[in-house]
C-alpha cells in the first residue's frame, strides 16, 4: 500500500449553519471553507457530504424523482408512487444517511396497523434545532409512538464530522432499541464495478442464514444489469475503532466514517442495481435483525454478540462517530487499519489532524 499523508487541521475553521433548499425541501446546512453538510428538516436525513472541489459529487444517495416531507404524506395520494406499504412514507422523504431508530426494518403487523412504518420515527418526524453557532448545530425530534426523544449534535471543522447523539427514553419501562446509521451511497459517485468498498469486519450472514466473508463480491457494485442483496457482518472488535469507506478511483474521492466496535457492533451491507436504481448501503448499527421488538428478542445474539441495546426506563443511550471525506493521489490502494496517534486519526495511510475534535476508542 502506497504510504499518504494528508494533513487536514481544523482549528479555527471558518463555518456557518444556514437554511437552504433541497430539492425544494428545508434544511439545515453547516459548511466550512473545504466541506458541506446538510440536513433534511423532515426526517433528519443527512442529504448530502459534499467535498468542496472543482466538479464537486455528493457521494450520498438522493433520489431521482421528487420527494415530500413525510410529515406531509396521504397514503390515499401517496402511497402508490413511493412503493406502498410500511415503507411508503419513509421513501417519500429519504435521502443519504437516514438514522433508524428504535428499530431498523419493517414493524410487524399489529405495529404497521397501528402506525408504525418502516425503520422507525425518526427518518418521518420533523426534527427542530434546539441550539447551535458557528461550526456546530444541535437537532432533535420527538417520537411520540415509542416515547422516545433523539438529539443529534453535529460539529465539521475542515474536512471532518463529528456526529454526537442521545437517545431518550421518556417512559417508565425499559426496553430494546435497534439503533442504525443507514448510509447509503449512490450516483454519480457509486459506479458499478469501479466504486470501491472497505470495513473492519469479520463473520458475516446472507439474507437466508449462510455465513459469507466480507471477500465475496463485496469490494464493489457488480457490472450486471440487477443485482441485490442484504448481508449482516460483525464488526471487528479487536481494535478500539472501526471504520468504513467507499472510494471512486476514477475522481479520487474517499469518504468514511469511523465509529466505535462497542457502540456499533454490526456493519449491514446491501444494494440496490437495477434499472431505476443504483444505491449501494454500508450501515453501522447496534443490530443485525431486521424488525422491531419480536424480531429482536426473538434472536438476541448472533456470533455470541448481541444484536440490541437496552434503553432505561427515564434513561438515555449515547454514541457518537465521525464521517470524512479527502481527495487521494493515483495509486492509493484503500483502507486496511485505523488508528490514532497523539490528536491524529490515521485511515489508511491518510492523516487527519483532529484539532479540538474529541474522539477516542
Known amino acids: 500500500m502506497n504510504r499518504i499523508s494528508i494533513v487536514l487541521v481544523f482549528a479555527g475553521a471558518i463555518a456557518m449553519v444556514t437554511a437552504a433548499s433541497f430539492p425544494g425541501r428545508d434544511l439545515w446546512t453547516i459548511e466550512s471553507d473545504r466541506m458541506r453538510l446538510s440536513i433534511l428538516q423532515s426526517g433528519g436525513h443527512v442529504a448530502e457530504l459534499v467535498l468542496k472541489t472543482e466538479g464537486a459529487v ?3 444517495w438522493v433520489q431521482g424523482r421528487a420527494t415530500i416531507d413525510p410529515e406531509t404524506f396521504e397514503a390515499a395520494r401517496d402511497s402508490g408512487r413511493f ?3 410500511s415503507g411508503a412514507r419513509l421513501m417519500s422523504g429519504l435521502a443519504g444517511h437516514n438514522l433508524c431508530f428504535p428499530y431498523w426494518g419493517n414493524p410487524s403487523d399489529t405495529e404497521e396497523r397501528a402506525g408504525m412504518t418502516y425503520h422507525g420515527e425518526t427518518g418521518i418526524a420533523r426534527w427542530r434545532k434546539t441550539d447551535g453557532g458557528g461550526n456546530w448545530i444541535t437537532v432533535t425530534a ?5 416515547m422516545t426523544r433523539f438529539t443529534r449534535t453535529v460539529k465539521i471543522q475542515k474536512q471532518v464530522a463529528l456526529f454526537e447523539e442521545t437517545a431518550e427514553n421518556l417512559s417508565a419501562w425499559d426496553r430494546p432499541v435497534g439503533w442504525c446509521e443507514h448510509v447509503t451511497f449512490g450516483s454519480p459517485f457509486l459506479k458499478k464495478g469501479i466504486t470501491q468498498f472497505h470495513a473492519s469486519v469479520t463473520r458475516g450472514r446472507n439474507g437466508v442464514g449462510r455465513e459469507v ?7 464493489t457494485v457488480p457490472d450486471v444489469p440487477k443485482s441485490g442483496f442484504v448481508d449482516n457482518f460483525l464488526v471487528d472488535a479487536g481494535a478500539p475503532l472501526a471504520y468504513l469507506t467507499a472510494y471512486d478511483p476514477s475522481t479520487h474521492l474517499l469518504v468514511g466514517y469511523v465509529f466505535r466496535p462497542k457502540e ?18 454500508m450501515e453501522f448499527s447496534n443490530t443485525p435483525v431486521h424488525g422491531t421488538m419480536r424480531a429482536l428478542v426473538a434472536e438476541p445474539k448472533l456470533f455470541d454478540k448481541a444484536t440490541f441495546d437496552w434503553l432505561p426506563g427515564k434513561g438515555k443511550l449515547h454514541k457518537s462517530y465521525l464521517a470524512f471525506s479527502a481527495i487521494v493521489p493515483e495509486g492509493y490502494a484503500g483502507v486496511s487499519g485505523i488508528e490514532l496517534r497523539k490528536g491524529m486519526l490515521v485511515v489508511g495511510g491518510i492523516s487527519f489532524e483532529l484539532g479540538d475534535i474529541v474522539f477516542g476508542g
Open 142 to 146: 420527538d417520537l411520540p409512538q415509542s
Open 264 to 281: 456499533f457492533g454490526w456493519l449491514n451491507v446491501w444494494e440496490s442495481n437495477n434499472s431505476e436504481m443504483l444505491t449501494r448501503g
Open 213 to 219: 466473508r466480507w471477500a465475496d463480491g463485496l469490494a
Open 83 to 85: 412503493g406502498g406499504g
Open 58 to 60: 455528493n457521494p450520498l
